[in-house]
């Protein structure tokens, strides 16, 4: 380059800056300080980069070792430890929630490259059991729909996918039978759980509810939006289909037409959100269960979950209870369901807080085996908080 050609460039005024330049402006020093701001924000966006390509090498690592010792990809004790350590670790300018949802895809990306780890989950896409499942995995594992629960629990038992996600409880429908029914002859194990809280919105693809004809949806989700939908939407007829992602399909393609889904599905078919929190109920949560080959290790705040039969005595539930009482074990929700085997009898399901491996859980267990003629530890894992709707 001549230097004259260098020497005439910088004496070029850039455009850009003349408005910083002219004396006496107030918001010169602003434009300033917010330039220096950026350039600050792209230097942590640089290290930030270069510690998450660190990150990587270290998770590929761990996953060589893994495959040579035969350990799954995914931990949900260690991963449940990580997050909360990051959580503790922020000093509070970045929001926990925005902490844990970054961190949850750093895993879910850590994990894609230590093995290639598919999940099922009763579908179709955009639903709220969907949902659940990203929560869990991130979007860097391979999530796979599923028709019925029963098809969950197969494609886990043959070994075609490494983990299901399945609704277990809704805080006011209760719980889920079929994913129950099917805990009872499967030897899959829980080792992780989801609480999602349930928001219905109505979306569509017309631009105002004055277009809106017809509202299908879920008959659950009709259910828990019917005073909004006969408040505000009085002339238009209802309709139930299959799940609420049918529904946003069809309010992707047909004229007049709005659904009641979760965000997600309004996402997922390009549709607006005409109302948000439609739903009568605040308090609204779905609990969903992760299943695996086998439950997942300690991390001190655990839950577990046991399946067990009484014998037919008065008193009997009671004395197989006072076992957790005795040993200060808080039980946490309890299920009865019919045996299927015998006809009027009955095996109960309970989450209580504690893990296998300590001692108290384990007498506990043991003065519950005195009372039960079958008791089976149908899972343990991280506790989670409910979120608040």
Known sequence: ????????????????????????????????????????????????????????????????????RGLAAYAPARER???????????????????????????????????????????????????????????????????TVAEVFARVERGEVEHGVVPVENSMEGAVTHTLDEMMDSPLKICGEVYLPISQNLISAEPSLERVELVCSHPMALAQAGGWLRRELPHARLEEVDSTAEAARRAAVEPGVAAVGSALAARAHGLEVLAANIQEARANTTRFIVLGRAWAARTGRDKTS???????????????????????????RIESRPSRKRAWTYVFFADFQGHPEEARVTRALEALEEHCPYVSLVGAYPEVSPETP
């Open 1 to 68: 380059m001549n230097p004259s050609d260098a020497t005439n460039k910088s004496a070029t005024p850039n455009p850009k800056r003349l408005h910083l330049a002219r004396p006496g402006d107030p918001s010169a020093s602003t434009e300033a300080e917010m330039s220096t701001l950026r350039e600050g924000i792209d230097a942590v966006d640089e290290e930030i980069v270069r510690l998450l390509d660190r990150r990587a090498w270290l998770a590929r690592r761990i996953g060589e070792i893994k495959h040579e």
């Open 81 to 147: 430890a990580v997050l909360d350590r990051v959580a503790a670790l922020g000093e509070g300018s970045f929001p926990k929630r925005g902490l844990e949802a970054v961190f949850r895809e750093i895993i879910s990306c850590s994990i894609s490259l230590e093995a290639r780890l598919k999940v099922a989950y009763l579908g179709p896409e955009a639903t709220f059991t969907h949902e659940a499942a990203l929560r869990s995995f991130g979007t860097s594992v391979e999530l796979e729909p599923q028709r």
């Open 306 to 332: 046991v399946l067990f039969s009484v014998k037919d005595r008065p008193g009997v539930l009671k004395d197989a209870l006072s076992a957790f009482a005795q040993e200060g074990i808080n039980l946490t």
